[in-house]
């Protein structure tokens, strides 16, 4: 093998200029491989005959002929260059176990990294590598798991000056915060992270520190240790980065606390909101006094102009009620079309309640205007005070409520303080809940069938089996109406049951008529509660010989995420009956998703008020599905209402579409049509007026 002399002219190309090389016959001396590696090129230009011996190369020429670029991976060419800019700016020394493969055969050396000017003033990089052949396999494989890994390891000193940063450390680091402390965006992270190490020797948090791309969130799990060069008190760090996690904690907080829909405060977050009212109202002596408001008309603009003009609408409403709130005063949406307004009365201003609720009165008398269609919205407001009428936020909204039913039976568009007579006006609810008690016993409460079809296709592979009642006088009364009746009233078990039965036996029916489809029912709360109810189920299943993964149980985030046991214990067995479960109205509450994936959940429905505002809240959706897809599920998107929404849904990986574009609530018949003619839209089916009200179009 030919010597490299201390006269040998060394190029960097055979046809470039050649340039004197000094020190050759030196460098072939030692029992270090050292080698020179331009960077820019991917090439050798020099190296000792250690190196030619660990590259297995014939000689230098041959060596220097490589062309290693071409087969160097992404990952590595990046650390390179990582390298190259370390050399130049901070002239940077690294050691660190590397894997070589000369022809093809792994060679574990632990080399030295150190800039190297090029005659033409490129910087390229000197190689000093020791052969660790000898090291136990493990050693090898742990030094070069620590440069492939994405995890952020680095060490410091106690002080915080950096003395080693991994590959993935020195990519993520931001350059101008040299020192660990001036990394944290808050420095009581810093020093909250110190703190626990002295109490422990190891410390976990997770904070936001400053990157390269900026600011972003790392879980950090530091421990005690001494620098093995300088035998000096250290610590070493492991990071990774959560952004996107602590980005959907966020939005999960968020969802739970807000109401999609117009971004008020949703019912959940009542109690917080009133509590922190009361006890400054308590502190100053002052008043509370709580406004109840429910929109007259609002069913009929649902009904006749759509629920995309509906929710328009409620938007619309929540942003007037927010120019009327000053920032003491807080805004809720309860449910459909119910707001309720926390007026904070100062003692100055005695006569403010009047005040607001003329300018509430004045601010949503709305025209809903269509090409046919003009209606005019107007609110009813029932008005309770604190602590007079009550110190609880229950009790309050309760009394409210009952005033708001008089400004209603008083002519609507109108404003009723509660006082005790009021009490009188739920004689009508009493008399609605007899009829009610006599359609359980008379059979008025049937299921109506809702199609969910396939997001691939269109077919129709399931039906959603949701309550309607068709009182004797009254028509078909709205479910918006008998269903908080029911739960009130302890009749929603019965109702849930009825839906299950009669459901699984039209499943029954349509599977000898030859159409196979998934029945999904809708459970309660109360129904959960039964010590028996997974017995219900299954004795259901067994009377109508319905296989059970064709039977889909929908729980509401909020009922799922209860902890009572007895539910628990009914999930489980519902489970291991083989009975999907899938999860309603997804994206309204704060799901647990520890849980979700605990009980394997096999669908998740997301809410109709999120997938209405498409495509202006893509983002928010794009993350609920990504998150479902992380969770291996079947995906169903809700209250789909035309095609523009239904193709973004689909092409985002959405599996199963559920909205009045592809059918309202329909009687079995009319549905039994619908699921036979792949071909029929709703439209086409004849289907009396009464059905229509029922299904809540």
């Known amino acids: 093998m030919p010597k490299v002399s201390v006269a040998e002219r060394v190029t960097l190309q055979p046809e470039e200029q050649p340039v004197v090389w000094q020190g050759g016959d030196l460098l072939d001396r030692l029992s270090t491989a050292v080698w020179i590696f331009d960077i820019d090129e991917g090439r050798v230009v020099w190296g000792n005959e250690m190196a030619l011996e660990i590259w297995a190369a014939i000689n230098l020429e041959e060596l220097r002929a490589r062309r290693m670029k071409d087969n160097m991976s992404p990952a590595v060419s990046r650390r390179l260059l990582q390298y190259q800019t370390d050399f130049i700016d901070k002239d940077a020394v690294f050691t660190e176990m590397w894997t070589l493969y000369p022809r093809g055969v792994p060679r574990p050396l632990q080399v030295r990294f150190s800039g190297f000017r090029l005659p033409d003033g490129r910087m390229a990089m000197l190689c000093e590598g020791r052969d660790e052949m000898s090291l136990v396999p493990e050693a090898i494989r742990s030094a070069d798991v620590l440069l492939h890994t994405h995890l952020m390891i680095s060490l410091h000193t106690i002080e915080g000056r950096t003395l080693y940063c991994n590959p993935a450390a020195r990519a993520d680091f931001d350059i101008r915060y040299g020192s660990l402390s001036d990394r944290f965006v808050n420095p009581q992270d810093f020093e909250s992270l110190l703190q626990r190490l002295n109490g422990g020797g190891e410390a976990r948090l997770i904070a936001e520190v400053y990157t390269a791309q900026g600011k972003r969130w790392h879980e950090l799990i530091a421990r005690s240790c001494f620098d093995p060069v300088s035998g000096s008190p250290s610590l070493i760090l492991s990071e990774s980065d959560v952004t996107e996690l602590k980005e959907a904690e966020a939005l999960a907080q968020k969802l739970a606390h807000h109401d999609p829909l117009t971004g008020l405060f949703n019912r959940l977050s009542l109690p917080i909101r009133f509590e922190e009212l009361t006890t400054k109202a308590e502190l100053t002596g002052s008043r509370i006094s709580l406004l109840f408001i429910d929109l007259d008309q609002f069913k009929t603009v649902n009904d006749t102009l759509g629920h995309l003009q509906g929710d328009n609408l409620l938007r619309d409403v929540a942003g007037r009620l927010r120019e009327i709130c000053s920032e003491d005063d807080i805004v809720v949406r309860l449910a459909g079309d119910e707001f309720l307004f926390l007026l904070f009365q100062h003692n100055d201003m005695p006569c403010r309640v009047k005040l607001i609720a003329d300018r509430v009165l004045d601010k949503l008398a709305i025209s809903v205007e269509s090409d046919r269609h003009q209606i005019v919205v107007t609110p009813s407001i029932g008005i309770a005070h604190y602590p007079d009428h009550g110190t609880d936020i229950q009790t309050l909204m309760r009394r409210a409520d009952l005033a708001m039913y008089q400004a209603k039976a008083a002519g609507r568009n109108q404003v009723f303080v509660y006082n005790e007579a009021l009490s009188r006006a739920r004689e009508e609810e009493i008399e609605l809940l007899t009829g009610l008690r006599d359609g359980l016993r008379y059979g008025q409460i049937v299921p109506f069938y809702q ?73 309660s709360l109360r129904q959960l509660c039964e010590t028996d109810f997974s017995a219900v189920v299954e004795a259901c299943l067994n009377r109508h010989s319905c296989p059970p993964e064709r039977l889909e149980l929908e729980l509401t985030e909020t009922l799922f995420s209860d902890s009572d046991p007895i539910i628990q214990e009914n999930l489980n067995r519902i489970r291991e009956l083989g009975v999907r479960i899938a999860i309603d109205d997804f994206g309204t509450g704060y799901s647990n998703i520890a849980r979700l994936n605990e009980l394997a959940v096999d669908c998740i429905k997301i809410d109709r008020s999120l997938v209405s505002q498409l495509p202006k809240n893509e983002e928010m959706v794009s993350l609920v599905i990504a998150m479902c897809k992380l969770m291996q599920v079947t995906i169903v998107a809700e209250g789909i209402e035309n095609e523009t929404v239904a193709e973004w849904v689909r092409s985002h990986g959405v599996h199963e579409l559920q909205g009045y574009l592809y059918g309202a609530p329909l009687p079995a018949a009319c549905a039994e049509k619908l699921a036979r003619n792949s071909n029929l839209r709703f439209a086409d089916i004849s289907v009396e007026q009464d059905h229509f009200v029922a299904a809540g179009i």
């Open 451 to 523: 199609p969910r079809v396939s997001a691939v296709d269109g077919s129709i592979i399931g039906m959603e089996a949701l309550a309607r009642w068709k009182h004797p006088k009254l028509g078909m009364v709205p479910p918006s109406t008998f269903i908080p009746l029911a739960e009130k009233a302890g009749l929603i078990n019965q109702i849930g049951t009825i839906v299950l039965e009669q459901a699984v036996e039209q499943r029954e029916k349509w599977m000898r008529n030859g159409i196979d489809l998934t029945i999904s029912v809708n459970l």
